[in-house]
């Protein structure tokens, strides 16, 4: 989807991973590398990034695993051409991330960060992802769960001081809201088996989040009561606290309760696995 109510995946003002993150970094960036290595780290070969923004993981990975070969993907042709700038030797393509224009069986391993929540047919691109990855290949991802029960974006979900899903919308282009079962669901009907799950983006993350993407609807010409410097002020003060103390807080208590962002590493069966699976349940249903 280019287009969603205010946002456009072209629009430079948009574009996400111009920043670099380091594994050693304090910060929440930090820590979906961190987990994406932990999936990687018995893979070798080619590993695919779709929603790769201007590079910001695709760097990160490859600094840490020059062994890999990695590409990075995005929708956006700006986003793309910015990646290009920032990393000339990278590997980065124009792509849609439900059309991956690659042939079957051509990756050891899918990585998308942020991703799924802006995708209209989340099963399609999961398909791809499917047909893509060799037997026996890994598939990581972190996916915020915005239709969690008990977190701040589920109490404000009907909100109409505090429209944070709206913001999303028209800010950052998200048209999609899952809870951590949606996304079970999800890699179990393509055949996906889970290896780990890991919780993150607990309470002080989603207020930082919250107050983000406040300042964001107020500069954009949106009323308040707060004049905007006054906007501005308070949220650069409280940023100072919020992300540092969110990542510590995520490194701390990786626990499910409140938790708002989704690590999960999955492994897609080798057809003789799959065969034995289904020998497996064929002889328990014959007795």
Same mark, same amino acid.
């Not at 070798?44 to 695993?65: I, T």
């Not at 020059?66 to 590997?91: F, M």
């Given at each position: 989807?280019?287009?969603v109510?205010?946002?456009?995946?072209?629009?430079?003002?948009?574009?996400?991973?111009?920043?670099?993150?380091?594994?050693?970094?304090?910060?929440?960036?930090?820590?979906?590398v961190?987990?994406?290595?932990?999936?990687?780290?018995?893979v070798?070969?080619?590993?695919?990034?779709?929603?790769?923004?201007?590079?910001?993981?695709?760097?990160?990975?490859?600094?840490? =695993?020059?062994?890999?070969?990695?590409?990075?993907?995005?929708?956006? =042709?700006?986003?793309? =051409?910015?990646?290009?700038?920032?990393?000339?030797?990278?590997?980065?393509?124009?792509?849609?991330?439900?059309?991956?224009?690659?042939?079957?069986?051509?990756?050891?391993?899918?990585?998308?960060?942020?991703?799924?929540?802006?995708?209209?047919?989340?099963?399609?691109?999961?398909?791809?992802?499917?047909?893509?990855?060799?037997p026996?290949?890994?598939?990581?991802?972190?996916?915020?769960?915005?239709?969690q029960?008990?977190?701040?974006?589920?109490?404000?979900?009907?909100?109409?001081?505090?429209?944070?899903?709206?913001?999303?919308?028209?800010?950052?282009?998200?048209?999609?809201?899952?809870?951590d079962?949606?996304?079970?669901?999800?890699?179990?009907?393509?055949?996906?088996?889970?290896?780990?799950?890991?919780?993150?983006?607990?309470?002080?993350?989603?207020?930082?989040?919250?107050?983000?993407?406040?300042?964001?609807?107020?500069?954009?010409?949106?009323?308040?009561?707060?004049?905007?410097?006054?906007?501005?002020?308070?949220?650069?003060?409280?940023?100072?606290?919020?992300?540092?103390?969110?990542?510590?807080?995520?490194?701390?208590?990786?626990?499910?309760?409140?938790?708002?962002?989704?690590?999960?590493?999955?492994?897609?069966p080798?057809?003789?696995?799959?065969?034995?699976?289904?020998?497996?349940?064929?002889?328990?249903?014959?007795?």
């Amino acid at each position: 989807m280019r287009q969603v109510g205010r946002y456009c995946v072209e629009d430079p003002r948009t574009i996400q991973g111009r920043d670099d993150v380091s594994l050693r970094g304090w910060n929440l960036g930090a820590l979906r590398v961190w987990y994406a290595l932990e999936a990687l780290e018995g893979v070798r070969g080619r590993v695919l990034v779709p929603g790769c923004g201007a590079g910001r993981y695709v760097r990160a990975l490859q600094r840490e =695993r020059p062994d890999l070969w990695i590409v990075g993907g995005d929708l956006s =042709r700006t986003a793309i =051409r910015e990646a290009y700038r920032r990393d000339p030797e990278g590997r980065y393509v124009v792509l849609d991330a439900c059309r991956l224009p690659f042939g079957s069986s051509a990756f050891d391993a899918v990585v998308f960060l942020d991703v799924l929540e802006h995708v209209p047919q989340p099963a399609v691109m999961i398909d791809e992802c499917v047909r893509v990855l060799r037997p026996g290949g890994v598939l990581h991802a972190f996916v915020p769960l915005e239709a969690q029960p008990g977190t701040l974006y589920w109490v404000l979900r009907t909100s109409e001081r505090w429209p944070i899903h709206r913001w999303k919308r028209d800010h950052v282009g998200h048209v999609q809201r899952f809870s951590d079962l949606d996304i079970l669901r999800l890699l179990a009907r393509a055949g996906f088996e889970v290896q780990t799950l890991h919780y993150s983006f607990h309470l002080v993350g989603q207020i930082h989040d919250v107050l983000d993407y406040w300042q964001r609807e107020r500069a954009a010409g949106a009323t308040g009561i707060l004049p905007l410097w006054a906007v501005r002020l308070v949220t650069r003060l409280a940023f100072f606290v919020t992300w540092r103390l969110a990542a510590i807080e995520d490194r701390v208590n990786r626990s499910r309760a409140l938790a708002a962002g989704l690590h999960v590493t999955a492994y897609q069966p080798t057809r003789a696995e799959q065969r034995a699976v289904r020998v497996a349940l064929s002889a328990r249903d014959g007795q």
